[in-house]
């Protein structure tokens, strides 16, 4: 018997984050910001995490980051991974960490510290996921 192919995992459809994944469809990275203490942050969260400020409205960011860590992948897990590909780390700009990968180069040639910008992939049939490139 051999195992079962692997598709795409999806992030749950959830309505605190339905409007972060909206943004990504319309090719624009948004991000949570406090109205309290005017901090951004990711992932989504019913409140502030610097604060606890409860008014929290989305916006738009910058997309503009660099790399804080990345491991490459050297061995998919399905057909769907196809590797070699990055897991990253990237500090945007506003403020928050998002785990995400780097595309568009040879993973050897990334680094930490690297600037990088965000870019948008579609994942499956009705997902696009927010990666970065270097820029
Ligand atoms: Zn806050």
């Known amino acids: 018997m051999s195992a079962p192919e692997l598709t795409k995992i ?3 459809d959830t309505e605190l984050s339905r409007p972060f994944w909206e943004g990504c469809r ?6 949570q910001q406090c109205k309290d203490c005017d901090r951004f942050q990711f992932y989504p969260r019913i409140v502030c995490s610097h604060c606890e400020g409860e008014q929290l409205s989305w916006q738009p960011v910058s997309g503009q980051g660099s790399v804080a860590s990345f491991t490459i ?3 998919g897990i399905s057909k769907a991974y196809e590797a070699p590909y990055i897991v990253a780390l990237v500090d945007l700009k506003e403020g928050p960490r998002m785990m995400t990968t780097v595309v568009g180069c040879d993973p050897e ?4 510290g690297d600037t990088v910008e965000v870019q948008f992939e579609p994942w499956g049939s009705d997902l696009v996921l927010p990666v970065f490139s270097k820029r």
């Open 10 to 12: 999806l992030p749950p």
């Open 26 to 31: 319309n090719q624009q990275l948004l991000m």
């Open 73 to 75: 992948v050297r061995r």
């Open 109 to 112: 040639s990334v680094a930490v």
